[in-house]
């Protein structure tokens, strides 16, 4: 058998990528998959060694073992990156991404639909370091330029925007940025390199949750950054600074995780759209939020710059009581209550956007919900909800 490179594999598809990226059987005396390396010291044959431990491929475990680079490489291949490094969580990932981007004095432009965890971090931690955030419209696109200053860093941008599912104009964003010498970071946890390259539209910085579809089980807590050429050096140099290393365990199932995520990925993509078009049609509901979906107001984005959506999208019900939603809730079957998503099963929680919006409004007409949609047979997950909305009526 001849050996795969990624170079041999550079015009391959995804799905061949995924199950051959990160794997050498030759260095694992034939085994398929890359083992777990548990361990802290590496042995140097000799003082010379030793005392040019700096040039060698591993020297500690905080800077890599064969089962972190494995996921490494196999994740640079796959995001289009020249580096990734591995934190032991999503929002691990954004935090050193935006520290690799940040010091003291500058200013950072945050998309008011970002993750909560970020903007709970923003707010705090680079509050207390010097760092000044602004909140902007999701949709802002190409008009961020007025909000540049001359201490404007970074940028991050996260498509589709977490709950509420706004689609921003990455490349627009990434070129008024980039311009004006600002670093763009991405949370692209939802549609994954598989669905959206991030860094052939203009990100330096790709963050993502492990924990979501590269796991795609609900048992390991994971987050990768990868970086452009002019971005890894800042951002393995920020890294080794916390050596905030991910634990072996979940990296090896991360990369297990790996080789199956094309194909849970589209079930979930068909699942999600086939529930999203099921749901639009409920009079229960007002109105569904999923770029993928013709009628909604960022689909044009989508179309232009993903090739897929994921099975995680949010619904604004017509008013409805606490009772009612409540009713509707605690009794499915199938749909868990978790605040998670991307794993073989389907949740489902109710958010609230004007809690900690700042720089846009939202004001749905009634309840929202988000859903991720699981493995599940699909006619199970309509009769489960079909039930729930007869409860959801029975209170009103």
């Known amino acids: 058998m001849t050996k795969s490179t990624p170079q041999s594999r550079k015009d391959m598809r995804a799905r061949t990528k995924l199950v051959h990226a990160g ?16 361990g802290s010291t590496v042995l140097q044959p000799t003082l010379a060694d030793l005392e040019a431990r700096h040039t060698k491929r591993f020297t500690y475990a905080t800077h890599g073992t064969p089962t972190t680079e494995a996921l490494e490489k196999a994740w640079s291949e796959i995001a289009g990156a020249t580096g990734t490094v591995l934190t032991p969580s999503g929002l691990a990932a954004v935090t050193v991404a935006l520290l690799a981007a940040l010091k003291a004095g500058d200013h950072l432009l945050v998309s008011d639909s970002a993750y909560l965890p970020t903007r709970t971090f923003c707010d705090g931690f680079l509050r207390r370091m010097g760092v000044e955030t602004t909140y902007y ?3 802002i696109g190409a008009g961020i330029e007025a909000l ?21 104009d990455i490349p627009a964003i990434a070129e008024v940025a980039h311009a004006r010498g600002a670093c763009v970071v991405m949370d692209n946890t939802w549609a994954t390199p598989l669905f959206f390259p991030p860094h052939e539209r203009g990100v330096d910085l790709a963050v993502e949750a492990g924990t979501k579809y590269l796991s795609g089980h609900s048992d390991l807590l994971l987050g990768l950054v990868s970086a452009n050429d002019q971005w890894l050096k800042p951002l393995r140099q920020t ?39 099921w749901l639009s049609a409920r009079p229960e509901v007002s109105r569904v939020l999923h770029p993928a ?6 689909h044009n984005i989508w179309k232009r710059d993903f090739s897929g959506s994921s099975g995680l ?36 929680i109710p958010f ?28 199970d997950l309509k009769e489960d909800l079909d039930k729930g909305f007869a409860r959801l009526r029975a209170q009103a």
């Open 313 to 348: 999208f949010s619904v604004i019900l017509k008013p409805a009581s606490k009772a009612a939603i409540a009713a509707l809730l605690d009794g499915l079957e199938l749909f868990g209550l978790g605040y998670s998503w991307g794993g073989y099963e389907s949740l489902v």
């Open 137 to 139: 419209d999701p949709l």
């Open 23 to 38: 794997r050498d059987p030759s260095e694992q005396f034939g085994f398929v998959n890359t083992p777990i390396y548990r």
């Open 293 to 298: 979906l013709e009628d909604d107001p960022g």
């Open 239 to 277: 890294f080794d600074y916390f050596a905030m290393c991910a634990g072996p365990e979940d990296v090896f199932l991360g990369l297990r995780g790996l080789r199956s995520m094309d194909l849970r990925l589209r079930e979930a993509e068909r699942q999600g759209l086939a529930l999203a078009r």
């Open 352 to 379: 609230d956007c004007r809690t900690y919006r700042t720089a846009t409004v939202w004001n749905p007409e009634g309840p929202a919900l988000r859903f991720s949609v699981g493995l599940e047979d699909i006619e």
């Open 148 to 168: 540049m200053r001359s201490n404007t860093t970074a940028v991050l941008v996260e498509a589709p925007g977490s709950q509420s599912f706004e689609m921003q």
